[in-house]
């Protein structure tokens, strides 16, 4: 069974104190994971720097496009495509990584990665996580604005 945690990230930008929502699984940070499995895919492309190029989403975009899906996905009880990487300009949607997400009996699943943009590049990547733990984790993180 695979880890996940999410963890807010205060930081600056322009002179704005901002927080993001970090994401690691299996204890590494999920920019990483995905700058590995883009790096032959944008070296074919020409385009090396590409590779991972992603930012973590802000706390407010994390709640719309990942937290308010995946809990719609668990009453639906079937799968939707959630976003957890967005671009580094702060528009979250001009280059991001989208994903699969679904709420199984005992565990919860992401998979189907991809970036819109690059529709060739397979990622191959598959997670399943003890769901009272995901469930656990991303609690946390829709409590941490109440705090």
Partial sequence: MDSIKFYPNDYEMNGEGLT????????????ELIRRCEQSFAAKDGQSCIAGDYAYLSLIDFEELFLR???????????????LLGCPCGIWD?????????????????????????????YGLEFKFDRASFVSEISKIASFNKL
Avoid: H, M
């Fill in 20 to 31: 993001e929502v970090v994401v690691a699984i299996n204890g590494e940070p999920l920019l």
């Fill in 69 to 83: 899906t995946a809990l719609e996905a668990d009453l639906a009880q079937d799968e939707r495509d959630v976003v």
């Fill in 94 to 122: 001009c280059w991001y990584l989208a994903l699969k997400i679904k709420f199984e009996t005992e565990t919860v699943k992401l998979y189907d990665f991809t970036n819109p943009r690059r529709k060739d590049w397979q």
